[in-house]
């Protein structure tokens, strides 16, 4: 369901997922965009929109919650200057192991 969340965003804003991995508190993502991409406004929104989602579906983890807030506030983006998009996908598939 998080993984078809973040694919119906990014189709909306014209984003290449090429790779998606899901650890216990967060996830990683390797996607390709137009140099013209608001990524503020891209990962808001696949924020608030699977937010909400899980919250719909999952209703419990409302208690686990710390005042409220599923997602924190912040990102890490990093462009791939110096390392192949191999590289890129092996240290994303290993998250979590």
Known sequence: MFEKTIYNVSAYFEVDVLNIECDKDHFHMIFKAKQTLHIPKY???????????????????????????????????????????????????????
Do not use: C, H
Not at 46 to 61: A, C, D, G, Y
Not at 63 to 72: N, Y
């Open 43 to 97: 990962i808001n929104s696949i924020k608030t929109i699977s937010s909400r989602e899980i919250r719909r579906n999952f209703p419990e983890v409302k208690e686990k919650l710390w005042k409220d807030a599923f997602w924190s506030r912040s990102y890490f983006l990093a462009t791939t200057g110096q390392v192949t998009l191999d590289m890129l996908k092996k240290y994303v598939d290993n998250q979590g192991k």
